[in-house]
């Protein structure tokens, strides 16, 4: 299997494939693949076969809430996978929080959890079920998606750098910025009118719930997730969403209750704004630097360079000699497949790069 991750397919079909292989290799009743911002560790474009999808954004709540094999916690474990039955006391009811229980009301017996990181961030988390009645996953199978976890881990670093590949230039704007207004229990109270737009340039599959994209309910998830201090990480995300565009996510706590359609005696917590916009440049240098594998310098040089900074003061900037940022835009060069400093800044921050030589993966 560790060579299907060495094909150019995308993120989309290295998955679809590897499931394909999984079950018959290991077997599952389930399982959730979502991909992941590599720094917000947030997920984005999941795969997933429920046994019901009516919970389906209180599940993605309780699966941020969850302390039990947290997918940031595996990619700094000694193994980056971990069962439910192991890690809560053989499965027994009442053992872990909201994820569990509901797992357990769904005939879910165990869970096989392994964590697709580097050193560059994490780019994806897979979940398997089996049913009650099956048999729990064995140290065999978990050793064996260990096993599996550094070459789908490159496969699907790759997959995210070969989105920022020149070509497609988008054939009109994007849309304004768009904001929903969502309560503790994921509903959605209130959205702009641009608000249908952004929503339909996200994922589709599986369906959105009540025409709502999962990511919005995953960057509301991990926004619960860091006020109660499971993780630290941002509440955001950045997502392609084809042709060379990316859209960017976040979710903040509103400063007043949202009283529309609630009793104003009732107390009521602020509710929470997700917003919905075009990655801006900066944002999706953040994730190219991470996608291609640049080392510290060339990730600052690349910076500087989209700063606006010439060779002789980029050099002062780094403390360097000339010579040695040309040797690190070489290196930079050599990861893109692009040949000119405009051709790297057009893959990276967007735009047509004509000129320069098509991405070589």
């Known amino acids: 299997m560790e060579t299907l991750f060495q094909s ?101 017996g165990d869970v096989a ?81 641009s608000a249908g737009a952004w929503l339909s340039l996200l994922q589709r599959a599986p369906g959105p719930y009540s025409g709502i994209p999962a990511e919005v309910f995953n960057v509301v998830g991990q926004l619960l997730a860091k006020e109660a201090r499971v993780d630290h990480h941002a509440a955001a995300a950045r997502v392609h969403i084809g042709s060379g565009r990316w859209a960017a996510l976040r979710a903040a706590r509103m400063d007043r209750p949202w009283s529309a359609g609630h009793d104003a005696a009732t107390p009521q917590a602020p509710a929470i704004a997700v917003t919905i916009q075009e990655c801006l440049p900066a944002a999706r240098l953040g994730v190219f630097v991470r996608a291609y594998g640049l080392t510290p310098r060339e990730r600052q040089a690349l910076a500087l360079l989209a700063a606006g900074l010439e060779n002789e003061a980029l050099a002062g900037r780094m403390g360097i000699a000339g010579y040695t940022v040309q040797d690190h835009f070489k290196a930079i060069f050599a990861k893109t497949g692009m040949r000119s400093r405009a051709g790297v800044l057009a893959l990276a921050l967007g735009g047509s790069a004509a000129d320069d030589a098509a991405y070589g993966g």
């Open 8 to 108: 150019s397919a995308d993120g989309h079909a290295l998955r679809v494939e590897a499931l394909e292989e999984l079950r018959l290799t290991l077997g599952f009743s389930a399982f959730v693949w979502p991909l992941a911002d590599p720094e917000t560790a947030t997920g984005v474009a999941p795969l997933a076969e429920l046994h019901s999808a009516r919970d389906l954004p209180l599940l993605i709540k309780g699966k941020y809430a969850s302390t039990v094999n947290r997918w940031t916690a595996l990619s700094l474990a000694a193994t980056p996978v971990g069962t439910l039955r192991s890690s809560t006391a053989g499965g027994a009811a009442g053992a872990g929080g909201l994820w569990e229980d509901m797992l357990r009301g769904q005939g879910v």
């Open 113 to 193: 959890s392994v964590v697709h990181a580097d050193q560059y961030g994490i780019w994806s988390w897979l979940d398997l079920w089996r049913d009650a009645g099956d048999a729990p996953f064995s140290e065999s199978e978990t050793a064996f998606l260990a096993s599996l976890a550094p070459a789908m881990t490159r496969g699907l670093r790759r997959s995210c750098a070969r989105q920022f590949q020149a070509g497609a230039v988008p054939a009109k704007p994007a849309p304004p910025q768009a904001d929903l207004v969502v309560d503790e229990d994921m509903g959605v109270l209130g959205q702009t009118a």
